[in-house]
């Protein structure tokens, strides 16, 4: 029953701390987020990883990008795209580069630094995404960018990923034709399925004569869309953000939007983000400081720039390219992915794991307070 006690300390901890970041003037989430550090084996040692915690975080970060999904305004996604494209085009060309010239100068082979390139290429918005809806921006023009790019960073990076592991890594050989045809194939039936048959789905579903068939109904077609994304290659985050833009065009929409935020931030989105922190352990980090703050800086300027870079060249102004910039730096759980593939691969270095864990880890406590300050800024700084 162990598992119990950690869900209770997790449940009671995270409310108390997201309400003491709020209390000093900070996201709720970077308190949730740092209380996970503090739970886990780095400080206290409370709770631990486990199946429990991995599954129950799983189903947190799914809930989590529907619910975006089901707040966001096609309409400005659709008139973002094409600087959603170069603010992902160019939030990895800086950061693999660096991550490669960091490799390099510690030595590394270079299939090794080539990988430390693929890492620092990652991002992953779902905490972005709170803190945006935390304050309503997430269907600004910034907003709609930054879940764009996302989207077309995790394809890109998915692919350079497999490219490297093809040419360089321990297990098979992997077909890139086949790769981008998957990710095609997803693409082409989420758009048909989102138009014909979710609403049919829903309009069977919901009026079942069980108690929440409405909301069960969305839940299946999350899940399902998620399924189906990781089947294909892709992040279940972007199938389950997907299916929330579908369910979005129907009548349910203000029904599953009402009943879903419960179910996610009282129990499974809370485990989601204490779940980040628990991978955090020092063991073995003393002699690899200088690499850790290194790639850190590295990580977090080189996608702020080259997100930035791309927003700009596409029409926005300054800041606003500094706000898409700084909504893209969190690697989340994405670049935790990708570092145990590597690992297994052997593209990663066991004795690097934990450094580049601690890096990751890092650039997703920076992105909370950095979004909050940069959107709160204008408000002092006007007339440009």
């Known amino acids: 029953m162990q598992f119990i006690l950690y869900l209770m300390l997790i449940l009671l901890f995270t409310k108390l701390a ?55 305004d096609l309409e400005q996604l659709r008139k973002n795209w094409k600087s959603a494209f170069a603010v992902a085009v160019g939030g990895i060309i800086l950061p693999f580069a660096g991550g490669f010239a960091i490799g390099e100068w510690f030595g590394f082979a270079d299939h090794n630094a080539l990988f430390m390139g693929v890492i620092l290429s990652a991002t992953s918005v779902s905490i972005s995404v709170q803190v945006l809806k935390d304050m309503n921006k997430l269907n600004s023009g910034e907003g709609s960018t930054i879940l764009g790019a996302a989207v077309v960073d995790d394809i890109l990076v998915v692919i350079l990923l497999a490219v490297l592991m093809s040419f360089f890594g321990t297990g098979a050989e992997v077909s890139i034709g086949l790769l981008i045809g998957k990710k095609v194939l997803f693409f082409a039936i989420a758009i048909i399925a989102g138009a014909f048959l979710v609403p049919r789905l829903m309009k069977w579903l919901a009026p079942l004569r069980v108690t929440e068939a409405t909301i069960t109904a969305a839940l299946v077609i999350c899940f399902g869309y998620a399924y189906f994304a990781e089947l294909l290659g892709m992040a279940g985050i972007i199938g389950a953000f997907a299916a929330g833009i579908a369910i979005a065009q129907t009548s349910f929409k203000h029904t599953v939007e009402t009943k879903i935020e419960p179910i996610a931030y009282s129990i499974f989105v809370p485990v989601f983000f204490v779940s980040i922190g628990l991978n955090v352990t020092f063991a073995g980090v003393g002699g690899q400081i200088g690499f850790v703050v290194l790639l850190t800086v590295v990580a977090i300027l080189t996608k702020m720039l080259g997100g930035g870079l791309g927003a700009r060249l596409t029409g926005f102004n300054t800041r606003s390219s500094a706000i898409i910039g700084a909504g893209m730096i969190s690697r989340g759980e994405v670049a935790l992915i990708i570092a145990a593939t590597g690992l297994q691969s052997g593209l990663l270095h066991p004795e690097y794991f934990t450094s580049v864990i601690i890096v990751v880890i890092v650039t997703t406590l920076v992105t909370p307070p950095l979004l909050k300050y940069m959107f709160r800024e204008p408000e002092k700084v006007t007339g440009e």
């Open 18 to 72: 997201g309400d003491f970041s709020v209390r000093l003037g900070q996201p709720a989430v970077l308190g949730k987020l740092i209380i996970g550090i503090v739970l886990g084996p780095a400080v206290l040692g409370w709770v631990q990883d486990g199946e429990f915690i991995h599954y129950m975080s799983e189903i947190g970060v799914l809930l989590l990008m529907f619910i975006a999904g089901l707040e966001t």
